[in-house]
Every structure is written in C-alpha cells, then in structure tokens.
C-alpha cells in the first residue's frame, strides 16, 4: 500500500491471494509473471513491458496504465472497474471471463486477441487498432468508439447495445449470431464484411461506405441510411420493418428472399440491381434513381412514388404491382 517502484523487473513470479492499492510501477519489466486471487486498486503502470504476464480470478480497480507494451498477455475471470488504458500495445492477447465497467480507453493496439466471454458495460473507446481477433460470447452496453480501426477480425454470439462508432474502419470483418440496439455509426468505411444471424433494432448508419458485404438471414426493425454508398451488396433472406434511406447510393447490389415493410427513401439511387422473391411493402419514395434493375418475383404493394427515373428496368417472374401511384415519373426502357 502506498508504494513507488521504479525500475521495477519482475521475473518468473507468481503472487497469489494478493492485495495491492495505491501502487505505481514507472520503467518496469515482467517476464513469466502470474498474478492470482488478487484484489487491486489505485495500481499505476508507467512506460513498461511485459512478456507471459497473466491474471487470473482478480479485481482490478482505478487501474492506469500509459506506455506499455505486453506480448502473451491474459486475463482469466477478471473484473476490470474504472480502469485507464493510453498508449498500449497488445501483441497475442487473450481474455476469457472478463467483465469490464466504465473503462476509458485511447490509443491501444491489439494484435492477435482471443476473448470468450468479454463483457463491456459503459466503456468510452478512442483510436483503437484490431487486427487478428477472434470473439465470442462477447456482449457490450453503452459503449462509444471514437476512430475504431478492425482487421481480420471475426466474432460469433456478440450482443450489443446503446452502442456508438464514429469513424471507423472494418476490413475483412465478419459477425456470425449478432444482436444490436440502439446502434449509431458515422464516418464508417467497411471492405469485405460478412454478416449471418443478425438481429437489428433502432439502427442508424451515416456517412456510410460499405464495399463487397454479404448479410444472411437478416432480422430488423428501425434500421436507417443517410448519405451512405454500398457497392458489391448481397443481402438474403432478409425480414425488415420500417426501413429508411436518405441520399443513399447502391451498385451491385443483389436481393434474395427479403421482405421489406414500410420503407422510405429521399434521393436514393440504384444501379445494377437484381432483386429475387423479395416484397416491398408500403413505401413512400421522393427523387429515387432506378438504372438497370432486373426484378423477379418482386411484389410492390402500396407505393407512393413521386419523381422517380427509371431507366432499363425489367420485371420478370410473376412480379407484382399493386396500390402504386407515379407522379413525375421518367422511365425509358
């Protein structure tokens, strides 16, 4: 208790059932240190490194670490309480049972990270690098994410909610059994990203770009684009209630099996679009661009269009129109 070490080298240790408070460690170094049973608070870590340092069935509070690099870092059944991370550098990280509350955070770097079990409540994130990851059992509350970088990441069985990302980057991203709601991004550029088992609700997505993404088996409600572009988008066996789109452009885009209730779009765009068995149901449309569009066994019911263009546009296959009203309509072909 109330204890300042620095130059502080620890190695082959193992400390169990152990407390800690007030501590700060400044130029320290560990190497095969295993900390266990432990109960920590107000424990400072300044300009370190570690190698195979573990924790294991402890609690740590008030933590601050800045300017630290860890290779073969892991946290089993750990409870991590209004701690601060800043300029740290994960290399082969694995979490497994952690629960994380009102953490803040900036600057971490987090290279071939393994977590089962991570919960985050409250947590506020900014300028953070993935890459390599896989998660699981993962569930986040009130979290926000300011520049958010994920490469090669993959996670299955996650749940979110009240969960805000704002400029963020995803490449080769995948989600396998995702849930979230109350869900806000803005500035988002997402490169190859496949999503299966999704459950949305009160979802919004702006200043959005998305290139080569395919979504299966889709459940939405509230789910809302502006000024968003999708490129090279595949989307199936979708089921999605109050859809919006606000200047929003697509290309390449392919539906299959989806079924939309109640859509509004504002200068929305389409190019290249092949949509099959799939209904739009209720769908108030203003300014919308419609150019090489082959629809079959499309259902439209209820449509209110008012200054739509389409150009080149086929319907095939048993396709239906129904309760359709056109003003300021320019088709050609």
């Given at each position: 208790e109330n204890v300042f070490a620095p130059n502080y080298t620890g190695i082959d240790v193992v400390i169990v059932n152990a407390t800690a408070k007030n501590v700060t460690f400044v130029e320290y170094a560990f190497s095969n240190y295993s900390l266990g049973d432990a109960e920590s608070s107000g424990v400072s870590f300044f300009n370190g490194t570690s190698v195979n340092y573990v924790v294991k069935s402890s609690i740590q509070s008030g933590l601050v670490s800045r300017g630290a690099t860890h290779v073969n870092y892991t946290e089993y059944d750990v409870k991590l309480l209004n701690n601060t991370l800043t300029n740290v550098l994960l290399a082969n990280a694995t979490y497994v049972g952690v629960l994380d509350v009102d953490s803040t955070y900036d600057n971490v770097s987090v290279v071939n990270l393994t977590s089962i079990g991570y919960e985050s409540i409250n947590a506020s994130m900014s300028n953070i690098?993935?890459?390599?990851?896989?998660?699981?059992?993962?569930?986040?509350?009130?979290?926000?994410?300011?520049?958010?970088?994920?490469?090669?990441?993959?996670?299955?069985?996650?749940?979110?909610?009240?969960?805000t990302v704002v400029n963020g980057t995803y490449v080769d991203v995948t989600y396998r059994n995702m849930t979230s709601v109350n869900y806000k991004s803005s500035g988002v550029l997402s490169i190859n990203a496949s999503l299966s088992s999704v459950r949305l609700a009160n979802v919004s997505y702006a200043n959005y770009t998305s290139l080569h993404a395919v979504v299966a088996n889709l459940v939405g409600f509230v789910i809302a684009y502006e000024n968003a572009t999708k490129i090279d988008f595949t989307l199936a066996n979708a089921s999605i209630g109050n859809l919006t789109h606000l200047n929003t452009t697509s290309i390449d885009c392919t539906l299959v099996d989806v079924d939309v209730f109640h859509m509004t779009d504002v200068d929305d765009s389409s190019e290249n679009l092949f949509a099959v068995n799939s209904s739009f149901e209720s769908v108030e449309s203003t300014n919308r661009t419609l150019v090489d569009a082959r629809l079959d066994g499309v259902w439209l019911t209820r449509i209110a269009s008012l200054n739509a263009s389409y150009r080149n546009v086929t319907f095939r296959r048993r396709s239906y129109v129904s309760e359709a009203t056109f003003s300021g309509l320019a088709a050609e072909g």
């Amino acid at each position: 208790e109330n204890v300042f070490a620095p130059n502080y080298t620890g190695i082959d240790v193992v400390i169990v059932n152990a407390t800690a408070k007030n501590v700060t460690f400044v130029e320290y170094a560990f190497s095969n240190y295993s900390l266990g049973d432990a109960e920590s608070s107000g424990v400072s870590f300044f300009n370190g490194t570690s190698v195979n340092y573990v924790v294991k069935s402890s609690i740590q509070s008030g933590l601050v670490s800045r300017g630290a690099t860890h290779v073969n870092y892991t946290e089993y059944d750990v409870k991590l309480l209004n701690n601060t991370l800043t300029n740290v550098l994960l290399a082969n990280a694995t979490y497994v049972g952690v629960l994380d509350v009102d953490s803040t955070y900036d600057n971490v770097s987090v290279v071939n990270l393994t977590s089962i079990g991570y919960e985050s409540i409250n947590a506020s994130m900014s300028n953070i690098f993935i890459s390599n990851s896989f998660s699981a059992n993962h569930s986040s509350v009130d979290t926000t994410y300011f520049n958010l970088t994920k490469i090669n990441a993959t996670t299955e069985n996650s749940s979110y909610a009240n969960y805000t990302v704002v400029n963020g980057t995803y490449v080769d991203v995948t989600y396998r059994n995702m849930t979230s709601v109350n869900y806000k991004s803005s500035g988002v550029l997402s490169i190859n990203a496949s999503l299966s088992s999704v459950r949305l609700a009160n979802v919004s997505y702006a200043n959005y770009t998305s290139l080569h993404a395919v979504v299966a088996n889709l459940v939405g409600f509230v789910i809302a684009y502006e000024n968003a572009t999708k490129i090279d988008f595949t989307l199936a066996n979708a089921s999605i209630g109050n859809l919006t789109h606000l200047n929003t452009t697509s290309i390449d885009c392919t539906l299959v099996d989806v079924d939309v209730f109640h859509m509004t779009d504002v200068d929305d765009s389409s190019e290249n679009l092949f949509a099959v068995n799939s209904s739009f149901e209720s769908v108030e449309s203003t300014n919308r661009t419609l150019v090489d569009a082959r629809l079959d066994g499309v259902w439209l019911t209820r449509i209110a269009s008012l200054n739509a263009s389409y150009r080149n546009v086929t319907f095939r296959r048993r396709s239906y129109v129904s309760e359709a009203t056109f003003s300021g309509l320019a088709a050609e072909g």
